[in-house]
């Protein structure tokens, strides 16, 4: 079962990245050259918090990654996003795969490229996704252009969650680690690379 961090304080810098595990192919005999994309690239964030300056505060945010790494658990952190009038959009339709995504359900706006996202798949696990193109509706539907490919097909009627997209995977590296000033200030830094 995932374990969610707090959301007060909010973190200090945020860097997300891709992890692309595709690959080019160049031809040792000056052929053209191929991209492959492969199932499985995904992302991950680094997050600097500011200083904590309560105890109680500072306690919340290391129980929480302390609880993860002992349990074996992935955590669960809101993507750095500005909200926006998206409505309550949808799945529209099961068995979808690949770099389109059917949806429907939207409000007055509809998000431009570079927008997340992220659904809660069958597993019970968030996968998060980037919108790559600006989103249009034909007849209340609207198709998604996103990427990275689409990991577990979501169920039809999953709700995507573009106000707070979640990024849920295990905390990189093999230590926990914080800051104690002589004034109880906690800081800490901490990576969620997702799992798959």
Known sequence: MAVALPTNPAPWTATPRFLD???DM???LGGAQQRFRRLGSR???DFVMPDMRTA?????WIAARMDARVLGST??????????AWG?????GAGQAGSTLQSHGWGSALPPGGTFFSFVGPSGRNYLHMVTQQVT????ASLLQIAPMLRESPANGAALQFNTPQIEGFLSGTTEEWTRTRL?????????????
């Open 75 to 84: 955590l669960v952190a809101t993507w750095p996003q500005q909200a926006g």
């Open 26 to 28: 160049t031809p040792p």
């Open 88 to 92: 309550a959009p949808t799945v529209q």
């Open 56 to 60: 109680t505060l500072a306690a919340q």
């Open 184 to 196: 109880i200030w906690d800081s800490m830094k901490f990576t969620i690379q997702e799992v798959a």
């Open 43 to 45: 992302f991950a964030c």
């Open 21 to 23: 595990f595709g690959g």
């Open 137 to 140: 509706a034909v007849a209340g």
